[in-house]
């Protein structure tokens, strides 16, 4: 069965330091893998995608995720965080293989920026 | 281009009582899913709509939750009779036919208070 695991349920970095935020997935099928951020009393907003192909991703607002088979991980990066950038963040992958299934979502990490 | 739509933003209900929320996609989009967001996890879905089929309801608790999709467009949603646990934020989302099945736009989500 697919799976998410998000390490930190809370990350605090300063204003212009790297963000990291960890994911690991368990798939059974060749996983599509996905960023998607909440801001508060808002929705979800797809941050990137990983489907096929190039297995390093970018995605808007300066983030990008490098898809890793072998560590069976797709961690988010942004080089330089800026106060906009505080909010949850959920990672997720597919259930079934192709455009199959559904999304199985992580428990989410929130992320503070400090000025 | 409207997102997802969805109402009311917030409800507050004593158990027992009935309660429903509606949710209109974005124009197009053939797909639609319903999650419940409970505090500090990821959305968990529900059910998903492909027009007015449901395709993938395993996840709905068919004793007190019923879900429906006339004409393929609006769906609502509704929980009879509610309990305390049922507190949490009901998100909707939608996706089109065509392209990457799992780049899923979401509403603002319905926060549901029972007491």
């Known amino acids: 069965a697919q799976s998410v695991t998000q390490l930190g349920s809370h990350v605090s970095v300063s204003e212009g330091a790297l963000v990291l935020l960890r994911c690991n997935y368990s798939?059974?099928?060749?996983?599509?893998l996905f960023w998607y951020v909440q801001y508060p009393n808002q929705g979800l907003q797809l941050l990137l995608k990983y489907t096929t192909g190039a297995t390093l991703v970018k995605g808007i607002n300066g983030f990008e995720a490098e898809f890793k088979k072998s560590e069976t991980s797709f961690h988010l990066t942004k080089p330089s965080a800026h106060m906009s950038d505080a909010a949850e963040y959920f990672c997720?992958?597919?259930?079934?293989?192709?455009?199959?299934?559904?999304?199985?979502f992580g428990k989410g990490t929130k992320l503070s920026v400090k000025p | 281009e409207a997102g997802v739509v969805q109402s009311p933003r917030y409800k507050i209900i004593e158990k027992k009582q009935p309660v429903a929320f509606w949710c209109n996609p974005i124009?197009?989009?053939?797909?639609l899913y319903w999650y419940r967001q409970n505090l500090g996890q990821g959305p968990e879905l529900l059910i998903r709509y492909e027009n007015e089929e449901a395709v993938d309801d395993s996840q709905l608790p068919k004793d007190r939750f019923s879900a429906e999709r006339l004409k393929g467009v609006d769906s609502t949603l509704k929980i009879q009779p509610a309990e305390l646990g049922d507190s949490a934020v009901y998100l909707c989302?939608?996706?089109?036919?065509?392209?990457?099945?799992?780049?899923?736009?979401f509403g603002p989500g319905t926060r549901l208070t029972v007491t």
């Open positions: 989302a939608s996706s089109p036919k065509s392209g990457s099945p799992y780049e899923q736009y």
């Open positions: 124009s197009g989009h053939n797909t």
């Open positions: 798939s059974s099928v060749p996983p599509y």
């Open positions: 997720a992958v597919n259930t079934l293989g192709g455009s199959q299934g559904n999304l199985i």
